[in-house]
């Protein structure tokens, strides 16, 4: 079964500051992975897909293969990137497909 | 185009009791997902639906069902509610069937089961 995996529920960075936020899968084959987000009062939305390899809002990430990982990364922070973020994945074989997040994380950017 | 709208959205029912949640999807598209969201679980899949078929379901009892309709509206049942089934209950369309073609979500139903 697909498992999304993020280790943590909190993030406090200072505006500025560099952001990573962890996210692990398990999938032997090859899942398509995705960054939603969730801002306050606000629907979840998507902000970004591992195929696109788009950055979107100044944010990336990088499917690693080996490690099993698509952390999502933002060189700076802004206070408006607080906001709850989920990983999720994707296995596109047999009738069991269906889309997988993880727990989220709750990025807060202090001024 | 008129986002993902879910009716109603705030629910109070007690337990024993069912309920009955609705989600109108993006004009256009036919499939529509159900996700049930608490703070200790997160995100969890309930089940997906295109075409009037349910094509995907995640692991929840009997007691969560589901249906679309030929407008690709779309409702969910639950039956004798638990405490345990209060959550947010969110619905997301997509254009094509078994995703992961990016999900439009709507702003959820809120359920407390008293």
């Known amino acids: 079964a697909q498992r999304v995996t993020q280790p943590e529920k909190l993030l406090s960075v200072f505006k500025g500051a560099p952001v990573e936020l962890k996210c692990n899968y398990s999938?032997?084959?090859?899942?398509?992975l995705f960054w939603y987000v969730q801002y306050s009062r606000q629907r979840l939305q998507l902000l970004l897909r591992h195929i696109s390899r788009e950055s979107i809002k100044g944010f990336t990430a990088d499917l690693n293969k080996g490690e099993t990982s698509f952390h999502l990364k933002k060189p700076f922070a802004q206070e408006e990137d607080s906001a709850m973020y989920y990983c999720a994945s994707f296995s596109p074989t047999g009738a069991n497909s269906k889309l997988t997040f993880g727990k989220g994380i709750t990025l807060s950017v202090r001024p | 185009k008129a986002g993902v709208t879910q009716t109603p959205r705030y629910l109070i029912k007690t337990r024993g009791q069912q309920v009955t949640l609705s989600c109108s999807p993006i004009?256009?598209?036919?499939?529509v997902s159900w996700y049930q969201q608490t703070p200790g679980q997160g995100l969890q899949f309930l089940f997906e639906?295109?075409?009037?078929?349910?094509?995907n379901k995640g692991n929840f009892p009997g007691r969560f069902s589901g249906r679309q309709f030929s407008n690709s509206r779309s409702e969910m049942n639950v039956s004798t509610l638990e405490l345990g089934d209060s959550a947010l209950y969110l619905c997301?369309?997509?254009?094509?069937?078994?995703?992961?073609?990016?999900?439009?979500f709507g702003p959820g139903t809120r359920l407390t089961v008293t």
């Open positions: 999938y032997s084959g090859s899942p398509e």
């Open positions: 997301a369309s997509s254009f094509n069937e078994g995703g992961p073609y990016e999900q439009y």
């Open positions: 004009s256009g598209h036919r499939s």
């Open positions: 639906y295109f075409s009037e078929t349910q094509r």
